[in-house]
């Protein structure tokens, strides 16, 4: 009995003490890495969701122009603008392809209402959206897409696809824009324009 009192009366030895300490440290390095480890997942998760959604938001931006594409032949007659649509490979100076159209968003309901000209293009990695004013010829240019490395525009028409379209009085079915990413990939959009319906000339 005295004995046993004996060995508490030591407590721990320097071996111990030191085995304690590495033991702990290890225990610790290990949740250390596993919460720095899910720190970083949820970094890149978060940046992941912020592209997606940059990525959204132009592709339902490029949508409602688009389909709202109009052809009047008689409105723009003396202005330097087109007065319909156009596609084409180096159009509006676009490193790829670019497109340019009169867009009224009050579509069927106004059609008195003169368009609004839009462009969308390609310039160093940014996808460009191209605002014309058409009292001022003022341009205004917004960045709209980071980090694209391509972007193809279709056309289809008569039941084709088409990868130019330069008319002023009437328009297509449809139009596919297609956007590549460094990091997300490859996006396809088909979009119907919803105006196609009110051109004499696609109704014979």
């Keep these: 009995m005295l004995l046993m ?23 610790s390095l290990t949740v250390y890495q596993a919460i720095t480890a899910t720190v970083k997942r949820n970094s890149v998760i978060n940046k992941k969701l912020r592209e997606i959604n940059k990525l959204q938001i132009a592709i339902n931006m490029i949508e409602d122009h688009v389909s709202h594409t109009v052809a009047f032949p008689k409105i723009q007659k003396n ?10 490979k180096f159009l509006l100076k676009s490193d790829d392809y670019g497109i340019y159209f009169l867009c009224d968003i009050h579509s069927g309901i106004s059609y008195h209402i003169q368009p609004m000209p839009i462009g969308y293009r390609l310039k160093n990695g940014r996808l460009e959206k191209l605002l014309y004013d058409l009292s001022s010829d003022e341009l205004k240019m917004s960045k709209i897409l980071d980090g694209v490395t391509a972007f193809v525009i279709r056309v289809y028409s008569k039941g084709k696809w088409l990868t130019q379209w330069n008319e002023s009085a009437i328009l297509p079915q449809g139009i596919e824009i297609i956007i590549k990413l460094e990091n997300t990939g490859t996006i396809r959009k088909i979009i119907l324009l919803l105006n196609e319906n009110f051109q004499p000339e696609m109704n014979r």
């Design 79 to 88: 202005s330097q603008h087109h007065n319909g649509l156009q596609v084409g």
């Design 5 to 27: 009192n004996k060995n508490l009366a030591q407590g721990f030895t320097l071996l111990e003490v030191l085995l304690s300490i590495i033991i702990f440290t290890l225990i």
